[in-house]
């Protein structure tokens, strides 16, 4: 059995959960931060911040490694009145700018709904 994750139905899911006034963008990128699919305001560079996120990442992993635990699955970062919520799950990362009143862990349910298993 293997398991994918449907990239246009996280967005599409995203969206349709949180509405657009609440998210100022979603990143799907491959773990070596290559844009995949993204829903972004005209303001924010994806490219960059595709790249960072997955810098990001590899950080984490090196200092989850050294010190002998598990490497991480996600990362929260809250700043003023937002969230920047980013994901690691097969294979892909999946960045989320949203304002803080937005449930992030609601985020999680609507991103498992989207792996399909065949």
């Given at each position: 059995?293997?398991?994918?994750?449907?990239?246009?139905?996280?967005?599409?899911?995203?969206?349709?959960?949180?509405?657009q006034?609440?998210?100022?963008?979603?990143?799907?990128?491959?773990?070596n931060g290559?844009?995949?699919?993204?829903?972004?305001?005209q303001?924010?560079?994806?490219?960059?911040?595709?790249?960072?996120?997955?810098?990001?990442?590899?950080?984490?992993?090196?200092?989850?490694?050294?010190?002998?635990?598990?490497?991480?699955?996600?990362?929260?970062?809250?700043?003023?009145?937002?969230?920047?919520?980013?994901?690691?799950?097969?294979?892909?990362?999946i960045?989320?700018?949203?304002?803080?009143?937005?449930?992030?862990?609601?985020?999680?349910?609507?991103?498992?709904?989207?792996?399909?298993?065949?």
């Amino acid at each position: 059995m293997t398991a994918t994750l449907e990239v246009n139905l996280v967005i599409d899911r995203l969206i349709k959960e949180f509405g657009q006034s609440g998210l100022y963008f979603i990143l799907i990128t491959s773990e070596n931060g290559v844009v995949i699919k993204s829903y972004i305001s005209q303001e924010f560079n994806k490219t960059s911040i595709g790249l960072n996120m997955s810098q990001l990442y590899e950080l984490a992993e090196e200092i989850a490694a050294e010190i002998g635990v598990h490497n991480p699955d996600f990362t929260l970062i809250h700043t003023d009145n937002f969230y920047i919520l980013s994901v690691k799950i097969l294979g892909k990362i999946i960045v989320v700018l949203m304002e803080d009143q937005i449930d992030f862990s609601s985020v999680f349910g609507v991103i498992n709904k989207c792996i399909i298993t065949n």
